[in-house]
């Protein structure tokens, strides 16, 4: 069979996700006959799951594996497999999978490591696995994949040993993980838990298929109604976001546990200030805006996706108006106090409410949370309970938190709590005890059961802090940029070009004057002025005393022309006699600065923090996806707790925070329309209500090469 | 008997803790006959679990309850018994307790609420419950306790239903619980865990015995290895120092969950600035500083004690130099990254001991873990990694992540760290899978054990939080003081008097003229000067235009005297025309606030913050008990975020931070012996080196009373 009718019969067979899930044939290149080894693990899985595809074991050296007729090669067999998983040594991958593409099989999925941790050696694979795939239909998953399991079918094609074990409890998340042991490690948690799973992938190095890919591949895929991802790092951020926008449109939630918190994160190199993001800041804005819930337990991960089934992603974050009903004060009382460290108020029901409810079942009292005791345990005052609360419409989502009657009496416990799930409002639930009986009820009437108050309250925090807004696709150019491709060729643009961009977007900025020589004119504004050393070359202007302020008079300004020329030259002997830019010196009620930038990660990003150093200790700023609208913006400032200034903090006048908002929105339509890949403002003053802002300070870096293959090359779901 | 004899007997039966844990003999007054009522389900339990002392139903109105003979009464019964709880309604506790005390029953546990929730009719009990206790050597337990329970000889003498179950896991630990539906949640999860319990204690209102108390009685029962508090409130601070001091001496761990952390915190309503810290903060400080492990996870709760009995409470925090092994890197990734969000830094091995692990055992690669990948499951490459850095001393911790293994081999994969557990480094694990059976064998053996990532990065950072000094007790007056003590009857003292007793401890302050009239006179230094209204009477200078900055000459100083008094007289018409404090206009590097104050839940504590509004938004201080050492005020000085200036940050020249430690410590030992209860200096000016401190702004507050009964009283061990 040719290469081209390969993938002509290929298309005919359907999708990714079907040929990775559901394949009607599997082939295993490199089995071994030993089923206790890693290599001889897929087809003993595969045998005792009970998979219908059929099975094609692989194995050169031998005439039968495990008792079953073996094949010498790919091309040797009857039909070509829909999806082969390549368990061979490192050295023979890209050999076995030229193999698989000049047959045409659909999907391979490649255990061996030594790629991407492997050094030359390991560039030279990657490099030629890149040439073996270019131009194939064939998509790969891995190498460094643990493999790809479907408890639905039996396809439990894995070298995990986990898998091994009957009786998997079958569920409807996809879980795909860029940590193979995790799916091991997910599945038996789930399992302990009494959470399902559809399938898991483990998606090793990502050479081609990517997490993104593979979850949009089962889109299509109607046993699948949510996706747990564990992340390593975001990896391919147009693709997540695509996927996700889609995932939003199909209520399919997403919900993500992603390692890296603790990493400081690099701050951008050439950055003006340092107080850029760095890495973990812009992954949390990045699955926000997504609309994906990204919850810090790993009970979450499992736990969540029931909830966040039953609550859409809203477009601007709100902190959500939670109800408690409880039979166990010290129970509901460890969920309020992690919500509020959350930074969510637990909601206290109206008076009228409480009216209701004490006519009804009698609560212990007018307070925050509706304490029935112990008596709600009892059907005839929970049920109630509920139905007051559900009909107040005074909350976006119930957390009812049982005590030992959970645990005791599992059914009459749950029962009203599954009798009012369907009822609008989101109802979840908090077990005190240890109560697998309670909580296998409450999962399998699809009600969002939660076994510790940390995995509660940051399943809560994670799915209400979704903020999914459905942007345009970054503009070529402007997408990320993988690590691989570094920004570095762009060219820093002096402040002069940064302020004619901020007048091309419309942020007002300080009135100046460029002086060449040495002579001074007549300034189009008054003194007192500032002077300041402009080149591109010269990032950091202070740093080689390139800035003089307060400067009240033409002799002033000759002299600080002067000086700044002098001490430039003997910092930067490399460079001739800059150019002086003179403003006027401007004050306002507060220094804010606002940055854009087209994020290696996740493409275009916007930023909003206060000037000044304490600020920039305290990591005190918000971060969202551009562009943003003007009440994205208006949240933005909100977030930024030193920006309380703003309102007029401590008697002192209250700021234009409109102006600053508008300002905001503004700079981040450059995700729209602009080569600017970085531009920094810092500071914006802000003026009195009314007053506006104007910035007086700003770095600029374009664009360098005309756009040209961005990241979207090879993508597809 | 008469009082006087039963006393007498009680005191030779024995302590408060073998009457509560170990009675020969227990009344149970009010018991129903159904054993489905709460009031039924003691003699159920007891009988059920085989308790072994006498057990004597009291019912007045049966002369059988449960097939069992009733008493009538207290007085009734053939011998006094050592341990009463008391099931009648609230109405009738009082008088029945009464009957308790006169018979000389020596622990008394209530179950009835109504007290402290019960407004004034409740207060009214309380009183009365008071002056039944008042004098005896009954000592009592609630009331609105759940019970208490001995798990290792079956007393279970509680309403909670979850204590019907048989086989309950026993164990070394003893809970305390504030919330009595907690002692059902916690031996649930307990068991679910593999954790098993000595006993557990609902303390209820905590009317006589505190939280404290029942456990400091418990110190010489050889059974109880350790302690598990569950808090709502830190309800005697004085007790649980002591406690805790003696856990310490008897290496005995204590961990502690506390809500509360979300809620704002009071601030302490007559602070200068507000900036002294709230409850939350103090009661952080206040547990670390007593050698608590302060777990902020539920499991952590139960998982930590094993780890905190390996590692000694240090005098001074340092965080830990924390190893980690593993077979899967996925799982350890988890675990490392929710340790450096927790600041604790995993520190890789030195290259020396990275050749020894290459030669022994060949982990994959140099890195901050140690990776044997899925070798690791294997004996003999996991024991000599082990052997290795455990011999290697360049840790504190090892934390072992177990991956399938543990849930496949559980004997073969915690072998190895059974083995080792014992050789000097403490060893924890984290088992990446559900793996019950490795984790019930490695509890059995001693090793802590962790299921979550998050609960064993919180145990780890808990534990070694803890910094153990043995403070003085506070003197008489100094201690705690109860919620229903307020101090409102302190008397603040103006300026001057803070100044004078800043000159008793050792604080440099600004000099200072008291100018009474309106003339001025030759002042002891020169201009610039500021002149500041002096009273006791307004705290708040600045709010009434009391302070006036910048003054150049003595015209200036008079003008500003007029301006100060003609606002002072429009504010505070009550008041005489003031004096006014003229001090020396002075700058120094930094503004610090350091404060000390006698804090109604803690006792004496210290606190150090950067002056200024944003570290007052960032909440950026830290917090000792009082008082502390050079070495712990310079601790205090790191912890400050915003203190890092002090340094010489961003080119500025370093401050003196000796002086200031030195003048942290001078204030603290304000709780030595002194009648200040508050003293706030702010700001402290932090000079370059060697230039020292000075106090330009200082607030007093003194003890109004002589010092009479303090919360000590009634207490004992």
Same mark, same amino acid.
């Given at each position: 069979?040719?290469?081209?009718?390969?993938?002509?019969?290929?298309?005919?067979?359907?999708?990714?996700?079907?040929?990775? #899930?559901?394949?009607?044939?599997?082939?295993?290149?490199?089995?071994?006959?030993?089923?206790?080894?890693?290599?001889?693990?897929?087809?003993?899985?595969? @045998?005792?799951?009970?998979?219908?595809?059929?099975?094609?074991?692989?194995?050169?050296?031998?005439?039968?594996?495990?008792?079953?007729?073996?094949?010498?090669?790919?091309?040797?067999?009857?039909?070509?497999?829909?999806?082969?998983?390549?368990?061979?040594?490192?050295?023979?991958?890209?050999?076995?999978?030229?193999?698989?593409?000049?047959?045409?099989?659909?999907?391979?999925?490649? #255990?061996?490591?030594?790629?991407?941790?492997?050094?030359?050696?390991?560039?030279?694979?990657?490099?030629?696995?890149?040439?073996?795939?270019?131009?194939?239909?064939?998509?790969?998953?891995?190498?460094?994949?643990?493999?790809?399991?479907?408890?639905?079918?039996?396809?439990? #094609?894995?070298?995990?040993?986990?898998?091994?074990?009957?009786?998997?409890?079958?569920?409807?998340?996809?879980?795909?993980?860029?940590?193979?042991?995790?799916?091991?490690?997910?599945?038996? @948690?789930?399992?302990?838990?009494?959470?399902?799973?559809?399938?898991?992938?483990?998606?090793?190095?990502?050479?081609?298929?990517?997490?993104?890919?593979?979850?949009?591949?089962?889109?299509?895929?109607?046993?699948?109604?949510?996706?747990?991802?564990?992340?390593?790092?975001?990896?391919?951020?147009?693709?997540?976001?695509?996927?996700?926008?889609?995932?939003?449109?199909?209520?399919?939630?997403?919900?993500?546990?992603?390692?890296?918190?603790?990493?400081?994160?690099?701050?951008?190199?050439?950055?003006?200030?340092?107080?850029?993001?760095?890495?973990?800041?812009?992954?949390?804005?990045?699955?926000?805006?997504?609309?994906?819930?990204?919850?810090?337990?790993?009970?979450?991960?499992?736990?969540?996706?029931?909830?966040?089934?039953?609550?859409?992603?809203?477009? @601007?974050?709100?902190?959500?108006?939670?109800?408690?009903?409880?039979?166990?004060?010290?129970?509901?009382?460890?969920?309020?106090?992690?919500?509020?460290?959350?930074?969510?108020?637990?909601?206290?029901?109206?008076?009228?409410?409480?009216?209701?409810?004490?006519?009804?079942?009698?609560?212990?009292?007018?307070?925050?949370?509706?304490?029935?005791?112990?008596?709600?345990?009892?059907?005839?005052?929970?049920?109630?309970?509920?139905?007051?609360?559900?009909?107040?419409?005074?909350?976006?989502?119930?957390?009812?938190?049982?005590?030992?009657?959970?645990?005791?009496?599992?059914?009459?416990?749950?029962?009203?709590?599954?009798?009012?799930?369907?009822?609008? #409002?989101?109802?979840?639930?908090?077990?005190?005890?240890?109560?697998?009986?309670?909580?296998?009820?409450?999962?399998?009437?699809?009600?969002?059961?939660?076994?510790?108050?940390?995995?509660?309250?940051?399943?809560?925090?994670?799915?209400?802090?979704?903020?999914?807004?459905?942007?345009?696709?970054?503009?070529?150019? @402007?997408?990320?940029?993988?690590?691989?491709?570094?920004?570095?060729?762009?060219?820093?643009?002096?402040?002069?070009?940064?302020?004619?961009?901020?007048?091309?977007?419309?942020?007002?900025?300080?009135?100046?004057?460029?002086?060449?020589?040495?002579?001074?004119?007549?300034?189009?504004?008054?003194?007192?002025?500032?002077?300041?050393?402009?080149?591109?070359?010269?990032?950091?202007?202070?740093?080689?005393?390139?800035?003089?302020?307060?400067?009240?008079?033409?002799?002033?300004?000759?002299?600080?022309?002067?000086?700044?020329?002098?001490?430039?030259?003997?910092?930067?002997?490399?460079?001739?006699?800059?150019?002086?830019?003179?403003?006027?010196?401007?004050?306002?009620?507060?220094?804010?600065?606002?940055?854009?930038?087209?994020?290696?990660?996740?493409?275009?990003?916007?930023?909003?923090?206060?000037?000044?150093?304490?600020?920039?200790?305290?990591?005190?700023?918000?971060?969202?996806?551009?562009?943003?609208?003007?009440?994205?913006?208006?949240?933005?400032?909100?977030?930024?707790?030193?920006?309380?200034?703003?309102?007029?903090?401590?008697?002192?006048?209250?700021?234009?925070?409109?102006?600053?908002?508008?300002?905001?929105?503004?700079?981040?339509?450059?995700?729209?329309?602009?080569?600017?890949?970085?531009?920094?403002?810092?500071?914006?003053?802000?003026?009195?209500?009314?007053?506006?802002?104007?910035?007086?300070?700003?770095?600029?870096?374009?664009?360098?090469?005309?756009?040209?293959?961005?990241?979207?090359?090879?993508?597809?779901?």
């Amino acid at each position: 069979m040719s290469l081209i009718e390969a993938t002509a019969s290929k298309a005919r067979r359907g999708s990714v996700g079907r040929l990775l #899930l559901n394949p009607a044939s599997v082939a295993l290149i490199g089995v071994s006959n030993d089923p206790g080894k890693a290599s001889g693990r897929p087809l003993a899985f595969l @045998r005792r799951s009970g998979f219908a595809g059929t099975v094609y074991p692989i194995n050169p050296n031998r005439p039968q594996v495990q008792g079953e007729r073996a094949w010498s090669a790919v091309s040797a067999l009857p039909e070509v497999p829909e999806h082969a998983f390549v368990m061979t040594p490192t050295d023979l991958v890209p050999d076995v999978v030229q193999e698989c593409v000049a047959a045409g099989v659909g999907a391979v999925t490649v #255990l061996a490591d030594g790629f991407t941790e492997g050094g030359p050696a390991g560039a030279a694979r990657i490099q030629r696995l890149r040439q073996v795939l270019n131009g194939s239909a064939t998509r790969l998953v891995g190498p460094s994949s643990l493999g790809v399991v479907n408890l639905r079918n039996g396809m439990v #094609l894995t070298a995990n040993a986990v898998f091994g074990e009957p009786d998997p409890l079958v569920g409807d998340i996809l879980v795909v993980s860029q940590s193979g042991s995790m799916i091991g490690a997910l599945v038996s @948690r789930g399992k302990a838990l009494g959470i399902g799973f559809a399938a898991l992938v483990s998606v090793g190095s990502e050479l081609d298929l990517s997490v993104a890919d593979i979850a949009a591949a089962t889109l299509d895929d109607p046993g699948i109604r949510g996706y747990a991802l564990f992340l390593e790092s975001i990896s391919d951020a147009p693709g997540l976001r695509r996927f996700a926008a889609a995932a939003v449109a199909a209520d399919r939630p997403v919900v993500a546990y992603k390692l890296g918190r603790s990493s400081a994160g690099a701050e951008l190199a050439r950055s003006h200030t340092g107080a850029l993001a760095g890495e973990e800041e812009v992954s949390a804005a990045f699955l926000s805006d997504c609309g994906i819930a990204r919850v810090h337990t790993l009970d979450a991960l499992m736990e969540a996706t029931a909830l966040a089934r039953r609550v859409r992603p809203a477009t @601007r974050r709100r902190p959500p108006r939670v109800g408690v009903v409880t039979s166990t004060g010290g129970g509901a009382a460890m969920v309020v106090d992690q919500l509020g460290v959350l930074g969510i108020d637990v909601v206290q029901p109206s008076a009228e409410t409480f009216a209701t409810l004490a006519s009804r079942c009698a609560p212990a009292s007018t307070a925050r949370i509706v304490d029935l005791t112990l008596n709600g345990a009892r059907y005839e005052v929970m049920r109630p309970a509920l139905d007051t609360l559900i009909e107040a419409r005074e909350h976006d989502v119930l957390v009812v938190v049982l005590g030992s009657s959970a645990r005791l009496e599992p059914e009459a416990a749950t029962r009203p709590v599954i009798e009012v799930a369907g009822q609008g #409002l989101p109802v979840a639930v908090f077990l005190a005890p240890h109560a697998p009986e309670a909580a296998a009820l409450l999962t399998a009437a699809g009600v969002p059961v939660f076994r510790t108050p940390e995995s509660c309250a940051d399943a809560l925090a994670a799915i209400f802090s979704r903020r999914f807004r459905d942007l345009a696709p970054a503009a070529p150019g @402007r997408e990320a940029r993988p690590s691989t491709a570094p920004a570095a060729t762009d060219e820093a643009g002096d402040e002069h070009t940064a302020y004619q961009v901020l007048d091309a977007i419309g942020v007002p900025r300080a009135a100046t004057v460029v002086l060449d020589g040495y002579e001074v004119t007549d300034l189009p504004f008054g003194y007192p002025v500032v002077a300041k050393v402009l080149s591109a070359q010269i990032p950091h202007k202070t740093d080689v005393g390139g800035v003089v302020l307060g400067i009240g008079d033409a002799a002033g300004l000759r002299a600080a022309m002067a000086a700044i020329r002098a001490s430039v030259a003997r910092h930067r002997p490399d460079l001739a006699p800059p150019p002086i830019l003179v403003e006027p010196m401007l004050t306002g009620l507060a220094e804010v600065l606002v940055g854009y930038r087209v994020d290696r990660q996740a493409g275009p990003i916007v930023l909003v923090a206060a000037g000044g150093e304490l600020a920039e200790m305290f990591t005190d700023r918000s971060l969202r996806l551009a562009p943003v609208d003007l009440a994205t913006a208006r949240d933005m400032i909100s977030e930024v707790r030193s920006l309380r200034v703003l309102a007029g903090y401590r008697g002192r006048p209250p700021a234009d925070s409109e102006a600053l908002a508008q300002a905001i929105a503004n700079l981040s339509n450059l995700a729209l329309d602009s080569k600017v890949v970085e531009l920094e403002i810092n500071p914006l003053l802000v003026g009195g209500m009314g007053q506006g802002v104007i910035a007086v300070d700003a770095l600029v870096r374009m664009q360098d090469t005309a756009p040209g293959v961005t990241s979207e090359e090879g993508v597809s779901s």
